[in-house]
């Protein structure tokens, strides 16, 4: 059973007064409108439609809390880059998330979510230049992978991880795709570590098995081609 399954929508705080007590670790999403966010809190916790309830109109500009288990949240931020009065925008900054993601002592990291195909957007880079100071670590998922071949998907990762550089060794990047479902377990891993939870590891494939021997097969491909590759250097 995926590690998150059991995620339950728990709250919507619009007031910092409000934020559930008896957390002891959480993990934030953060990120553009549209970028993704409520699929991959779905495709996390194994649910299509967990994260749409914060859709819900009068929702969508607070912190909405999934509980995980007792006492470990996920927190799906507002969403940004969509015209809003700049007044209302600050005020919302100010207000709640600036505190929130500054002064949580709970918040053990966070994830910041980014179309693979438009990463790195002026309030993504914002967002980073703003949190790593907190020296919490920083998980970016550059989502609708899927949308991208293969090709243009590892240049984006270069890309993103050479930009990453600048924030430090606690920033991390992988590429995802709710629709298809992958990125889901290199994800899970980093956020159990991050919320204490133990990940459920796959059964090792008994011995002499189909993909043991397909594993065998490929290395052996592998090997061949390397060694093509340096007769053909010399
Ligand atoms: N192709 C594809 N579309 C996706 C994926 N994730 C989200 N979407 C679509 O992108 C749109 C916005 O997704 P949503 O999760 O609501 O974004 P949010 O505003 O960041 O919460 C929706 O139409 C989703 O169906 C993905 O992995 N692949
Ligand atoms: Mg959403």
């Known amino acids: 059973m995926p590690l998150f399954q059991s995620a339950v929508f728990y709250t919507t705080v619009a007031d910092l007064r409000d934020l559930p007590i008896d ?102 880079l914002q967002m980073l230049e703003w949190f790593a100071p907190t020296g919490k670590p920083i998980h970016i998922l550059l989502s609708k992978a899927d949308k991208l071949t293969w090709q243009a998907q590892c240049l984006t990762l270069r890309e993103v991880e050479n930009a990453m550089r600048d924030f430090g060794e606690r920033c991390s990047v992988q590429l995802f795709s709710s629709l298809k479902r992958s990125g889901i377990q290199v994800a899970e891993n980093v956020l159990a570590s991050w919320l204490e939870m133990t990940t459920v590891v796959d059964k090792a494939p008994p011995t002499g098995s189909r993909t043991e021997k397909t594993a065998r097969l490929r290395q052996r491909r592998a090997v061949g081609w390397g060694a093509r590759q340096s007769a053909a250097k010399r």
């Open 23 to 124: 957390s002891r670790c959480e993990v934030a999403f953060a990120g553009r409108s549209n970028a993704g966010k409520s699929s991959a809190i779905n495709a996390l916790a194994n649910h299509s439609r967990l994260a749409f309830v914060s859709k819900t109109p009068g929702r969508t500009q607070h912190l909405n809390y999934f509980r995980l288990v007792d006492g470990k949240y996920f927190v799906d931020l507002p969403g940004y880059g969509f015209a809003k009065a700049p007044e209302e925008v600050r005020g919302q900054w100010e207000g709640l998330l600036a505190p929130y993601l500054q002064q949580r002592p709970a918040l053990r990291g966070l994830v910041l979510i980014m179309d693979s195909r438009h990463p790195l957007t002026d309030l993504d």
